[in-house]
């Protein structure tokens, strides 16, 4: 049954409910948590120094992807797995911290935004219990969205993160992630002050850039997603990769229709959301003509 959808009683049951401890992290150093809200710390071995005392400015909002949470905490906090975030955000809003907010864990693998390829060293990495795509992909429970709200505002606070840096590991990795995913309530978020949000643009019929166009068209449209964030190239062709950041701008910002094809709802979307940003935040571009 999907989490939500049991009874009060229920879900008070699992609040009492000891945290799985996966073997070897018992005896793992462990530290005060960094928010007042955390409710406990299971230390993560996954992690190492930021490069070059990099101070994190972003955070990062993942899903966990996989069918439990014993499973998750395993994978996240176990050596040789590779893998780690500094906070897990649990289905009944309790919050896990697993690494400290100095050091980097290993949560954005290969990703890129605004110019800047490690990820890892200048972010916050929030783990948010949900099975994801590949397990049916529940709603995510009220409990567990407030619970991220108070997380997020915090981490702002105490590293003057601004909203436009408050990202899903889609728009860093489109490639790769579809994390937190459509279903994840950005703009609840951003009514609360976590995150970069406008109205989606309604879904009218016109003109559309879709895979295999080659333009100018298409190259300014490539240069407006730099200038968001996104790295994507600005070569004129609308490739593959081009097609991976469109979808990943729709599931975080337009989720209503996502099908990679930069139509004017998803414009529209972009240019509003390029409009509010503050004057010295767009990232830098240069567009290639188009052959």
Known sequence: ??????????????????????????????????????????????????????????ILLHYTGMPDV?????????????????????????IVQCVPESKRAWHAGVAAWAGEDDINSCSIGVEIVNRGHDWGYPDFPLRQIAAVIALCRGIMLRRKVVSHRVLGHSDVAPARKKDPGEKFPWHSLANSGVGHWVQPAPIVRGDALQLGAISDNVSNMQAAFRRYGYNIPTNGKFDGATMEVVTAFQRHFRPERIDGIADRSTMATLHALLESLPPDAAAPTMVAKAK
């Open 1 to 58: 049954m999907a989490s939500g959808s049991s009874s009060s009683g229920n879900a008070d049951q699992k609040r009492q409910r000891a945290l799985p401890v996966p073997k070897g992290v018992a005896d793992a150093k462990t530290f005060t948590p960094d928010s007042s809200i955390a409710s406990d710390v299971i230390p993560s071995v996954n992690f190492g120094d930021r490069a070059n005392d990099r101070q994190p400015d972003m």
């Open 70 to 94: 014993e499973g998750a905490i395993t994978q996240l906090c176990t050596a040789g797995t590779e893998v780690s975030a500094h906070y897990i955000v649990l289905e009944d809003g309790r």
